[in-house]
């Protein structure tokens, strides 16, 4: 795609074509899916980080699924293995060995330490072979590798929502493959059910798109929920059915920290074989179990021997360091730690997670039940000041620039129900989780302060009379109306926090929708 040249451009550079620059339709391309606030939250935060001392206003980071709740214990295993380094004095003498090429889908026994570290993530309930581990630069990558294994540019995959707002990038952008969403209902907890899969599949034959697999996370992002043995046999005989694919990302199977635990795909085709396990597929990563997301270690694990041997051959375009690898198999196949460290992350997960929950609620503030991941799915519908997706976005910028705390809205994440937020609660300190909460339960207390919030923090329509319609007062919000009872119509002009002042207008100059019955 060729750019077309300014008459500034030109001026400034004569040899410049009058055509530009070309450049391909994929770069120029709008389909990179981060034309989202959940990736606009981010700018905002690297812009203005929190610091507890440097920057004490600063944004808050809870848009970020990282675990950096057990380093210590990676830390103290690195220090008592120094020879799984080979920039340690003692596994400098493996340095060249690891230093030349290697297999490009992954050394065998890092395969092999994934494999058994997988297996007791699943409790030891289903086996795991190594020869259909393909280890890629992420999860992100894993996913891409499999999409291009799976399916061709216009075809679709079925994505039950709220889903993860990174797959609009990972799945789409290169692939030239759509999702198409499975919408659910707060009405059952967002479980994904047969009706709204059957919608799902019919909305897309009805456009002529080809359906070829079904994408779930299990346990879910962004609802920290996780699926049980009947639900995933339900999707195993929905996918057989309309002859199309399952993919599995497990990738916070080993971030269950509360009844009931993680049930792996994996374990269902281990205790029943008359499903196809040919059109299975899981993705799995290192980034969250273990809290490594900077190693970029992915896998992609086939049940179909054809998809295993593509995904080898498209991985030599996003490789793991040998170097990352041999650490990893050695921290790996020590069973010792692995137990312990699964035991004691979920320990401090669940401990994390019941200290943030309980600070929501002390402010009004509820959750979706959850047992999972490192995130929670928070209702905010009761603080909408309209039930769409303008008014979500409104509130969501409430929350990143006054509040300062960086969330990812539930219309990121293709909810069907706006006032859903997800809140990441496992990349900070103890004291930050408090700095959070602390800004939450004050923007609450605001709320409920003012006049034009309830006790529980949401909007109250009620009659105003004249005298208080003259006075100043504090106001977090948008631009409102109001009819005072004299029947003078007047408008007020809201910055988006601290003091106004209520000045005459007509009745055609103020919004008519946001005017009822005199009241505001």
């Known amino acids: ?15 410049m074509p009058a055509r530009g620059v070309c450049l391909s339709s994929l770069a120029t391309s709008k389909a990179h899916g981060e034309d989202s606030p959940y990736f606009d939250g981010w700018k905002e935060y690297d812009a203005n ?58 050394l065998p026994a890092c395969r092999k330490a994934i494999a058994k570290f997988m297996e007791e993530v699943g409790g030891r309930k289903a086996m795991f072979e190594k020869d259909r581990i393909v280890l890629t630069a992420g999860a992100t990558a894993a996913h891409e ?96 059915g309309k002859n199309i694919h399952l993919v599995c990302d497990e990738i916070y199977s080993g971030s269950v920290f509360s009844s009931p635990k993680s049930t792996s795909i994996a374990e269902i085709l281990a205790t029943d074989k008359t499903y196809q396990s040919e059109r299975v597929h899981i993705i799995y990563s290192l980034s969250k179990d273990l809290g490594l997301p900077g190693f970029r270690v992915g896998v992609i694990y086939s049940y179909n021997d054809t998809v295993v041997t593509a995904a080898r ?92 705390l960086n969330v990812s809205p539930g219309s990121s994440c293709h909810c069907s129900e706006f006032g859903w937020f997800r809140f990441c609660f496992a990349n900070m300190t103890d004291q930050i989780v408090k700095e959070s909460l602390n800004r939450i339960q004050l923007f609450m207390k605001s709320r409920r302060s003012n006049q034009l919030y309830d006790e529980g923090g949401a909007y109250q329509k009620k009659p105003l009379n004249a005298d208080e319609a003259s006075e100043e007062f504090n106001f977090t919000g948008k631009y409102s109306t109001i009819e005072v009872d004299n ?25 008519q929708q946001e005017l009822k019955d005199g009241v505001y």
Not at 78 to 84: G, I, T, V, Y
Not at 158 to 163: G, I, K, N, R
Not at 198 to 217: F, M, P, S
Request: aromatic fraction near 8%; proline fraction near 5%.
């Open 49 to 106: 980080p929190y610091h507890p001392t440097d920057n004490p206003s600063g944004v808050i980071q809870m848009g970020l699924a990282e675990n950096q709740l057990s380093f210590d214990l990676l830390e103290s295993w690195l220090l008592a293995h120094p020879k799984a380094s080979i920039c340690a004095e003692e596994g400098v003498s493996r340095f060249k060995e690891i230093a030349l090429y290697q297999d490009y889908h992954g």
């Open 313 to 404: 051959r498209m991985s030599s375009f996003s490789l793991v360091s040998s170097q990352t690898q041999h650490l990893l198999a050695s921290m790996l196949s020590d069973m010792e730690f692995v137990r312990k460290y699964l035991a004691e992350n979920s320990k401090r997960l669940q401990k994390r997670h019941e200290m943030f929950v309980s600070g929501l609620r002390l402010a009004g503030i509820n959750c979706l039940n959850s047992n999972g991941a490192l995130f929670c799915w928070v209702d905010l519908r009761h603080l909408l000041e309209s039930h769409d997706q303008e008014g979500e976005v409104i509130l969501w910028k409430i929350v990143l620039k006054e509040i300062g």
């Open 487 to 511: 029947g003078s119509l007047r408008s007020m002009n809201v910055h988006s926090s601290g003091c106004l002042r209520l000045e005459e207008a007509t009745r055609s100059e103020v919004p």
């Open 145 to 240: 590798v499999l999409t291009f294994c799976l399916a061709d540019p216009g075809e679709a995959f079925l994505v039950p929502t709220p889903y993860y707002p990174g797959f609009d990038r990972d799945l789409r952008w290169r692939t030239g493959v759509e999702l198409i969403p499975v919408h659910c209902s707060s009405d059952n907890d967002f479980q994904i059910t047969i009706p709204a899969l059957e919608a799902a599949y019919q909305n897309a034959r009805d456009r002529n798109i080809q359906v070829k697999g079904l994408l779930i996370t299990n346990p879910s992002n962004p609802l920290g929920t996780t699926m049980d043995a009947t639900a995933l046999r339900k999707l195993l005989a929905f996918v057989s």
């Open 1 to 15: 795609m060729c750019k077309p040249t300014t008459q500034r451009q030109q001026q400034a550079n004569p040899r």
